[in-house]
């Protein structure tokens, strides 16, 4: 099997899947940098097995996938819509040259368009929390959280990730108060590993209608997820050539479990035991349901929370490259060796055909 691995060099995701592969006896893929490609190097040939990973955390990258003449600033929030249209380009350079790739590209785009997986997996009865039409600034909003009859939601950039520009905005008469990452800078917004919390109405406007300068915002309503003692929970699982291998809990004393916004890694046995037997069943089931919706990838990450009582869930996103989980092993594998191995035990080939269960 000749692999190849399209990243960034040097990138820990590059790494991990490398050595997974080798230590499965296959030789070290071959990195195509997503620099090279986004420059029109030549794409990986036919009979090529592909990996791509996510472009993200590269300078040089970054400004070429919004077709940028400057470097953004470290964590500024800017051409968000741009990165996915040249995200896109990117993938379709890749696929022109008849590799099998290990996550279909017409995937990648639904996955990376927060509106339009939502609206996939709601066409498939997948349990998700309701969503507002797409809005491009604060008064649109308000306004359509006023005809919904909604007090709390989630704000979230179309083509955000990593809560990236996420707000957890509640409104309570002529109060509110806005939970994000986002720090408001002057005349920018920068994406923060600190949470801050705004509750001057004259901040959060600045905020959304900046946001929306870089795409349009999709909004959820605020569902009241489970928690443990003094924390609420939701859940990264990971799922493999159809089936739910690997499970992260992130725990937090806010709205945003996001790990790298300083929230903890949850007991997984503790909350399995909390949901009980059917619940997670159905949890599990729901995961794979959703995973059916890309039969044409490998791997998906699904973020799903329970609601409180446990006995409800839903699917808050889906993640094109969210099988990043050190550590986290199943059967002595973490998720890369998990796919090496679905790869080489013929549990999975590429690609396949199929489509959203209901």
């Known amino acids: 099997m000749r692999l190849t691995v399209v990243g960034n060099p040097g990138n820990r995701r590059v790494g991990l899947f490398a050595e997974a592969a080798r230590a499965a006896g296959l030789p070290s893929p071959e990195v195509l940098a997503w620099r090279d490609v986004l420059l029109g190097a030549a794409p990986p040939p036919a009979g090529s097995v592909v990996r791509i990973e996510s472009p993200g955390e ?70 998700v929390p309701g969503a507002l039409p797409a809005v491009t600034s604060y008064a649109e909003l308000r306004a359509e959280m006023a005809a919904a009859g909604w007090s709390r939601v989630f704000v979230k950039p179309a083509h955000g990730s990593s809560a990236s520009g996420v707000i957890a905005l509640a409104v309570n008469g002529s109060r509110l108060r ?59 699982v990971v799922v493999i050539a159809g089936r739910p291998t690997h499970a992260v809990v992130r725990a937090g004393r806010g709205p945003m479990t996001n790990l790298h916004l300083g929230n903890a890694r949850g007991d997984l046995a503790e909350l399995r035991a909390a949901a009980g037997p059917q619940s997670w069943s159905a949890a599990m089931e729901t995961c794979e349901r959703v995973a059916a919706c890309f039969p044409r990838s490998l791997q998906v990450g699904v973020d799903l929370m329970f609601l409180t009582g446990w006995r409800r869930h839903a699917v808050a996103e889906v993640n094109a490259f969210g099988d990043l989980l050190p550590g986290v092993l199943a059967d002595g594998r973490d998720t890369y060796a998990e796919q090496i191995d679905a790869l080489t035990s013929g549990r999975w080939t590429t690609p396949r055909a199929g489509a959203c269960v209901s």
């Open 58 to 127: 590269d300078t040089e990258v970054d400004t070429l996938l919004r077709g940028a003449g400057v470097a953004a600033g470290h964590g500024e929030l800017v051409g968000l819509a741009d990165w996915y249209s040249g995200l896109l380009r990117g993938v379709s350079r890749v696929a022109a040259g008849g590799a099998s790739l290990l996550i279909d590209p017409d995937d990648i785009a639904v996955l990376c368009d927060k509106r339009r997986c939502h609206a996939v997996l709601s066409a498939a009865e997948v349990p």
């Open 178 to 236: 806005a939970t994000t990452s986002v720090e408001l800078t002057g005349e920018t917004l920068y994406n923060s590993l600190r949470v801050r919390t705004y509750d001057r109405e004259a901040d959060v406007v600045t905020i959304v209608d900046r946001l929306a300068r870089t795409g349009p915002l999709h909004v959820e309503r605020w569902v009241p997820k489970a928690g443990l003692a003094d924390r609420v929970v939701d859940l990264r």
